[in-house]
């Protein structure tokens, strides 16, 4: 078998869309871990903490509808019902008996609500910087940084001009929040790598159904959640608070809570070793019991 812990582009069609995952570890696995991206990143943004699991596991990285190499939707349903479909179609098109799900932020939430949605599947949740409720000035950090241009002549140059808006990262920790998010255009430079709807706030998308909308109660999702869950909070997150967390501690029956020192809110960006170190550790400890 070539190199199992090299990363592979694969595409699956779900939902009349193609979605891009990148898969690295055993392909022949039944079991994997999904890592799902936040608002504004894409699959990217999991690259070192996929090379880092997949020596022992298989990790499939994916692009969510709207992101990165996956198809734009043209009726701009982003609503998480949706997302949750999209999900529940991967899972199924791969043949998977059984996931481990790791979710940041907006893709913590959707793992959430999968894990409620499906004990029978899921057999361990990482949360990571994902709760019910979120501070309004991470919300308005991330509003800002989706204005810091339209497009950039290279990657330093997009690197410079998100900066301001994640002052507290280091050189390396903000090229990688950076090429998570951006791709190359078609004149040689970098644009972002996402559907303008996520930038415009004047598009609004469809009302989920309203079977569904009960999936935009998280504090319900939390509650339903069966399997061992491990819930990150990055140290200087601009996003949750401590008692956010613990809220969310208390809801999920068994749960526990890790933080990862100098990480802020883009903990899989700021802190890659430490999550996968702690992401393997939690998984290790549930194996064991």
Known sequence: MANPTKARDEFVEVNGLRFHYRESGDPRSRHALILLHGYAATADIWTDVASDLAREFRVIALDQRGYGQTDRAEDMDYTRATQLEDLEGVIEALGLRSVTLVGHSMGG??????????????????????????????VE????????????????EAMEAMRPHLPNTSNEQLERRVRAAITTAEDGGFTWDFDEAFRDPQIRPPEPDPGQRRLNDLWDSADRVQCPTMIVRGQDTDMLTPEAIQRLHRRIAGSRVSLIEDAGHNVPSDQPASLALNIREFLQSIAAI
């Open 109 to 138: 939430a959707l793992a959430l609500c999968y894990a409620a949605e499906h004990p029978e599947v899921t057999t361990a949740l990482v949360v990571v910087e994902a709760a019910p409720e979120v501070l309004r000035s991470g």
């Open 141 to 156: 950090n991330l509003r800002r940084l989706l204005t810091a241009g339209e497009s950039w002549g290279s990657l330093e």
